[in-house]
């Protein structure tokens, strides 16, 4: 900014691509950070109440510099009026925003769609795209840590093939889940699945109910 400010606009595109280098690695921090939290019983479960309608806003604005960048088009899909859930709002949040960066990276000129479902104990989250698929081998690792679909994918889109194992873990941690359907050449769908209201992690349960006993 203050390049151009002082009209050095020479150094502008390198200025670029430090930042770019920078928040990469920053985030690269972060997922590695997350994981290990999570592998080693850490992460910690920030339960609060939020509107479910709201957070899909806060999302699809957020993804929105993503979308664009390849030409894509998004819609937000829901059935009504869907109310409260009481979970970690945080990670729900990053769950979402993986799944449909993930949809961006892959998807060229498509569609991107997020829909969300409710009944009487669960949402479902489905993040559906139009982008390169994958195939049933592809499939088979794709929630592995540092895995992406193939060597190929790694090369051509970048990534830290992170984003998937770590949206994985956060919905488990919540007792929840997410699965996978792809067809190569067509698209893929990702759907969350989660309690309306998310109970504490049983390791962190019992680390409560350890500390209150101690302290009577």
Known sequence: EEAEDVGQEDFVPDL??????????????????????????????????FEVTKLLGEVEAAVQPLVKKNDNRLR???????GAMHADLTKTRQILFNLLSNACKF????????????????????VRDTGIGMSEEQLG???EAFTQADDS???KYGGTGLG????????????????VTSTLGEG????????????????????????NSSTE
């Open 188 to 211: 893929s769908t990702f759907s969350v699945t989660l309690p309306v209201i998310v109970r504490p992690a049983p390791e962190l349960h019992e680390m409560e109910t350890k500390s």
């Open 153 to 155: 994918t790694s090369r």
């Open 141 to 143: 690792k794709l929630f």
């Open 16 to 49: 670029q691509k430090i930042h770019g280098s920078g928040q990469h690695l920053l985030g690269l921090i972060n997922d590695v950070l997350d994981l290990s939290k999570v592998e080693a019983g850490k992460m910690t479960l920030f339960r609060e109440e």
């Open 76 to 82: 937000i899909e829901s059935n009504g009026d869907l």
């Open 107 to 126: 998807t060229e000129k498509g569609d991107i769609t997020l829909s969300a479902t409710r009944d009487a104990d669960s949402f479902t989250f489905a």
């Open 164 to 179: 998937l194992a770590i949206s994985r873990k956060f919905c488990r941690l919540m007792g929840g889940d997410v699965t």
